[in-house]
């Protein structure tokens, strides 16, 4: 099975001029966005891989292995007929104090008269989920202002068409930015490509995604995805196959490939479905101040439960987040009963939704979670009153 790695290692044989910029293109143009690129500006690929240094494998980690593996795929990138004389461009990395007002972007020149406009996302961080899940309750944030505000100065800057996406957050940055951009640019730009990026709050979908915009806009996600199905997205989708289970499909680099293309799949899973049908649901009825603190308190239980990365994903760190929910049932200073409520909600929709098993596959954890889960439901029910602290 291959990958966007394997594609850049050799699979990419044909130059931009003989083949037009494809859907693994594109995710791969949205990873390198990830890479810091100042003092590149100008430099071709082959040139930034002779400069470009690699993070040796005694220093990669949990949370710079994505990073890693992409600095990696631009050296080879650099030796490829497809992609040496990518020129890079336009480099920009706004440092903010908070999510809001951080923003990273770069244009990679593919030919005289083709751009791709890259905007960076976040990682495989469980943070960068609870900053995706931050545009439920703002709008517009002031990343989404500074990628406007970079998007029309590239244009303006630069002749000819424009493809322009991102990965995660990225996404979404690449979509309000078509979305709100003067018409001239809109006509000068090929396609937007969201990767698994989240979409826009429930009432403001329908105005902004309109028929005229859903012509140039393409949602790419894997079958299991989460961060691409918070919120509304409304355009066309493509839903690819990953070598990964469950939240750690959102690394593009488990995404597979045949040839200049995804391997598709037919339908989303079903934690995929649960969460377009409950939880993006459940959060658009709420108002802006419960929402933020229904995220917060979603985002804490994770952080309390261990889970720091996607790789933390595992048996233990399910019955900590199953336990961790039971918890706050005791409604800790600091968290509202509706909040509560929720949580309630989305624990018991997701235990009866989700075939467990299919993400932890493991014989000797069915007892364990069936444990758990009949005492949850029951405490969600209200009819059993036993502490977290008793059933660990």
Request: aromatic content about 10%.
């Amino acid at each position: 099975m291959s990958t966007i790695y394997e594609y850049a290692e050799g699979q990419c044989v044909k130059t931009f001029d003989e083949a037009p910029l494809n859907e693994v293109d594109n995710v791969i143009f949205s990873r390198l966005a990830y890479l810091n690129f100042i003092g590149l500006n100008g430099k071709t690929f082959s040139e930034a891989a002779g400069i470009f240094p690699r993070i040796e494998k005694e220093d990669i980690n949990a949370r710079n292995r994505a990073v890693a593996k992409t600095v990696d795929m631009l050296i080879t990138l650099g030796s490829t007929e497809r992609y040496k004389n990518v020129v890079i461009e336009d480099f920009e990395d706004i440092a903010g104090g908070t999510y809001e007002t951080a923003f990273s972007a770069v244009t990679f020149k593919i030919s005289e008269n083709i751009h791709y406009i890259a905007y960076r996302g976040t990682d495989e961080q469980i943070l960068g989920f609870y900053e995706d899940a931050e545009l439920a309750y703002s709008f517009p944030v002031k990343a989404q202002l500074a990628a406007l505000s970079y998007t029309n100065r590239v244009f303006d800057r630069h002749e000819g068409r424009f493809y322009l996406g991102g990965h995660s957050k990225g996404g979404n940055l690449a979509v309000f930015s078509f979305i709100f951009t003067k018409y001239e640019n809109k006509e000068r730009t090929v396609l937007v490509y969201n990767n698994d990026g989240p979409g826009f709050p429930e009432n403001l979908a329908d105005d902004l995604f309109t028929p005229s915009n859903c012509l140039k806009i393409l949602n790419i996600s894997p079958e299991s995805s989460i961060v691409g199905r918070m919120l509304a997205t409304k355009c066309d989708y493509i839903i690819v196959k990953s070598n990964a289970t469950g939240i750690a499909q959102h690394n593009v680099f488990t995404w597979l490939t045949n040839g200049a293309e995804f391997e598709k799949a037919e339908k989303f899973s079903p934690l995929s479905e649960y969460l377009e049908d409950t939880f993006t649901e459940s959060l658009a009825e709420l108002p802006p101040d419960v929402m933020k603190k229904t995220v917060k308190s979603i985002y804490s239980i994770a952080k309390k439960s261990g889970i720091e990365t996607l790789d933390d994903i595992n048996k233990a760190k399910l019955l900590a987040v199953l336990t961790t929910i039971l918890e706050r049932r005791k409604n800790e200073d600091g968290v509202s009963d509706e909040v509560n409520e929720i949580l309630k909600t989305l624990a018991k929709s997701l235990i009866d939704s989700i075939d467990v098993f299919k993400y932890v596959p493991d014989p000797d954890f069915r007892s364990m979670y069936e444990n758990i889960r009949t005492r949850l439901i029951e405490k969600t029910s209200g009819k059993n009153d036993e502490t977290a602290d008793e059933i660990k």
